[in-house]
């Protein structure tokens, strides 16, 4: 997140346009929980110096794409499936996954005792290694 931040990036920062995950990046560069955060004016502060900081903050997969691979942004946080799509695309992107950084994770539940035979199909389906493999390799997220 310190990378974001950093000023000599000014004008060549993107990040992903969703509010949660820019207070969860001001959290964490101001040395709070951002599961349990105390000091919301300093989140504030922080969100509004990462805007000044940046040229765009985006809000597709796509639209990361088309900036990165243009160059109108050199930082950002990213989807490591679509930096490693533009690296296979030849584009001279790095991926810093620092020790210790934090993962993105999205799921899909089913309450217990719902009826519903269709989803629990689904999830087995997508639960299957062979599934789970083809989509990896073919999104370049791991399973």
């Known amino acids: ?39 919301m004016d300093t989140i504030w502060a922080k ?9 765009k903050f985006w809000s597709s997969g796509a639209e990361l794409m088309d900036l990165l691979s243009k160059g109108e942004i050199v930082v950002t946080d990213a ?17 810093l996954d ?14 217990k005792g719902s009826p519903m035979a269709e989803c629990e199909e689904l999830i087995n389906f997508m639960l299957d290694p062979a599934t789970s493999i083809a989509v990896a390799e073919g999104q370049s997220y791991p399973p």
């Open 1 to 39: 997140a310190a990378l974001l931040l950093d000023k000599k990036y000014a004008s060549k920062v993107g990040g992903y346009a969703d509010m949660t995950t820019r207070v969860w990046y001001a959290a964490l560069a101001t040395g709070q929980d951002p599961n349990n955060i105390k000091d």
């Open 47 to 55: 969100v509004r110096e990462t805007r000044d900081l940046a040229k």
């Open 79 to 95: 989807w490591s499936g679509r930096v490693a799509a533009l690296q296979d695309q030849g584009h001279p992107i790095g991926y």
């Open 98 to 111: 620092p020790a210790g950084s934090y993962a993105w994770m999205e799921d899909m539940l089913i309450l």
